[in-house]
């Protein structure tokens, strides 16, 4: 039987979990040398244990393994991202990796002692940028393997300190050209893997979540303008406070998400010209809204955008919900029970690189319990008994989609 071994599982992921972390948090900030050196391991730590292995002109890692050489009917691919947020979890993208590569190993590996030819190959991909956290291009790396990015959407992309992306990315190679040359495999499914990120699996003590959509969002900044003067001589009066205007912004942001049935966040404000004496003129805000329903989200935002006083949208990006695959949510689901692990179906409120794959080929995700419910954070963690419950759900699905006759049970 192909089994999934615990032990190199914790010893891979051990070994990632520890790249870029402090006492605040993992810190693999996409285009940073931490993430880049991560990137390198991955692809070195994958080329040893005998994969096809490379990093690709967006900066995505991939291993290979073509079993059905020599024809190619196409990949069957695991995966999920390698950057974190600042001062993240070790959690989040980095476990739906080596819980792709163990399964890569384990069906290689089984293949291989019993001469079993897949009907698909098989492989692992680690994305670049998921998170877009410095540049607000999030899902970066799998819009570069399905070819969904144009140049000037990049050409446009900067930091809160106005650093363009494209500066960023061309330290490490990543150039506009190469980002719309990326030639992928050629890709028949996607799985993720991912912690769930919220309260809902641990709360309910189930182990394994099947998503059913992942919940779109809209993303941006707004920036609020004010009149610069001296905090002490100005009445109350004759004050235009830009951060005032911003403060009523996120009061009201809070209010709509929870009549719209959504949420939304402002997680980054820029505050000029910052001085404790000095009546704020500009404040840059940045906005996330998100709901599974694509209405409710329209509704916050439009509700929202409405009344924000002084201020302008300066960027948004909006991601229509996308729903996964339903024969993948039904074999994941058909995995677990064969295991004995008891299932959620639910919606995932974390956006996921799988809600761009799932645009072009069948797509499906499962979920394992964050305790307490936290991630962004760096006391996000998964118990290791749900860790390898999801990396045999994951190896048990992956089985059933590519081995001749489905999961191999002797
Ligand atoms: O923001 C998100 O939902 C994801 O963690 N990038
Ligand atoms: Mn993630
Ligand atoms: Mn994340």
């Given at each position: 039987?192909?089994?999934?071994?615990?032990?190199?599982?914790?010893?891979?992921?051990?070994?990632?979990?520890?790249r870029?972390k402090?006492?605040?948090g993992?810190w693999?900030?996409?285009w940073?040398?931490?993430?880049?050196?991560?990137?390198?391991?991955f692809e070195?730590?994958?080329?040893?244990?005998g994969?096809?292995?490379?990093?690709?002109?967006?900066g995505?890692?991939?291993a290979?393994?073509?079993?059905?050489?020599?024809?190619?009917p196409g990949?069957?691919?695991?995966?999920s991202h390698l950057?974190t947020?600042?001062?993240?979890?070790?959690?989040?993208?980095?476990?739906?990796?080596?819980g792709?590569l163990?399964?890569?190993?384990?069906?290689?590996d089984?293949?291989?002692k019993?001469g079993?030819k897949?009907?698909?190959?098989?492989?692992?991909?680690?994305f670049?940028?998921?998170?877009?956290?410095?540049?607000g291009?999030?899902?970066?790396?799998?819009?570069?393997?399905?070819?969904?990015?144009?140049?000037?959407?990049?050409r446009?992309l900067?930091?809160?300190?106005?650093?363009?992306?494209t500066d960023?990315?061309?330290?490490?190679?990543?150039t506009?050209?190469?980002?719309?040359?990326?030639?992928?495999p050629?890709?028949?499914?996607y799985?993720?893997?991912?912690?769930e990120q919220?309260?809902v699996?641990?709360?309910k003590?189930?182990p394994?979540?099947?998503?059913?959509?992942?919940?779109?969002r809209?993303?941006?900044?707004?920036?609020?303008?004010?009149?610069?003067?001296?905090?002490?001589?100005?009445?109350?009066?004759?004050?235009?406070d830009?951060?005032?205007?911003?403060?009523?912004?996120?009061a009201?942001?809070?209010?709509?998400a929870?009549?719209?049935?959504g949420?939304?966040?402002?997680?980054?404000?820029?505050?000029?010209?910052g001085s404790?004496n000095?009546?704020?003129?500009?404040v840059v805000?940045?906005?996330?809204?998100?709901?599974?329903?694509?209405?409710?989200?329209?509704?916050m935002?439009?509700?929202w955008?409405e009344?924000?006083?002084?201020?302008?949208?300066?960027?948004?990006?909006k991601?229509?919900s996308?729903?996964?695959?339903?024969s993948?949510?039904?074999?994941?689901?058909?995995?677990?029970e064969s295991?004995?692990?008891p299932?959620?179906?639910?919606?995932?409120?974390?956006?996921?690189?799988?809600?761009?794959?799932a645009?072009?080929?069948?797509?499906?995700?499962?979920f394992?319990p964050?305790?307490?419910?936290?991630?962004?954070?760096?006391?996000?963690?998964?118990?290791?008994?749900?860790?390898v419950?999801?990396?045999?759900?994951?190896?048990?699905?992956?089985?059933?989609?590519?081995?001749?006759?489905?999961?191999h049970h002797?």
């Amino acid at each position: 039987m192909s089994m999934v071994d615990p032990v190199r599982f914790a010893q891979l992921f051990g070994n990632l979990r520890q790249r870029g972390k402090n006492d605040a948090g993992t810190w693999r900030v996409a285009w940073t040398d931490e993430d880049w050196n991560t990137r390198y391991w991955f692809e070195q730590t994958c080329r040893e244990l005998g994969f096809e292995a490379y990093t690709d002109a967006a900066g995505n890692v991939w291993a290979l393994w073509n079993g059905c050489s020599p024809d190619d009917p196409g990949y069957v691919i695991m995966g999920s991202h390698l950057d974190t947020v600042p001062a993240g979890g070790d959690f989040d993208g980095a476990y739906g990796v080596v819980g792709g590569l163990e399964v890569l190993l384990s069906i290689r590996d089984y293949c291989t002692k019993y001469g079993v030819k897949p009907r698909y190959n098989l492989g692992v991909v680690g994305f670049e940028d998921e998170e877009g956290v410095t540049f607000g291009n999030s899902l970066f790396g799998s819009r570069a393997v399905m070819h969904e990015w144009r140049p000037d959407d990049l050409r446009q992309l900067a930091s809160v300190d106005d650093r363009p992306f494209t500066d960023a990315a061309q330290q490490y190679g990543v150039t506009l050209d190469r980002i719309m040359a990326v030639q992928p495999p050629n890709i028949v499914q996607y799985i993720e893997l991912h912690i769930e990120q919220g309260p809902v699996l641990w709360d309910k003590g189930i182990p394994i979540g099947v998503v059913s959509v992942v919940a779109g969002r809209q993303q941006g900044y707004v920036r609020f303008r004010g009149k610069k003067n001296h905090a002490g001589t100005t009445p109350m009066d004759q004050r235009q406070d830009a951060l005032l205007f911003a403060a009523d912004a996120i009061a009201r942001l809070n209010a709509a998400a929870k009549r719209h049935h959504g949420v939304g966040t402002v997680g980054e404000l820029k505050v000029s010209p910052g001085s404790p004496n000095v009546i704020p003129e500009s404040v840059v805000a940045s906005f996330d809204i998100r709901a599974p329903e694509d209405a409710d989200r329209e509704a916050m935002f439009q509700a929202w955008s409405e009344g924000l006083l002084e201020g302008n949208v300066q960027f948004s990006h909006k991601e229509a919900s996308v729903p996964m695959d339903a024969s993948i949510q039904q074999t994941i689901r058909e995995s677990a029970e064969s295991l004995r692990y008891p299932t959620l179906a639910m919606p995932s409120w974390a956006i996921h690189d799988a809600m761009i794959m799932a645009r072009h080929v069948p797509t499906g995700m499962i979920f394992v319990p964050s305790a307490v419910g936290v991630s962004h954070a760096k006391d996000e963690f998964t118990n290791p008994a749900d860790c390898v419950r999801g990396v045999e759900v994951l190896h048990e699905t992956v089985q059933r989609l590519v081995l001749p006759g489905g999961a191999h049970h002797d």
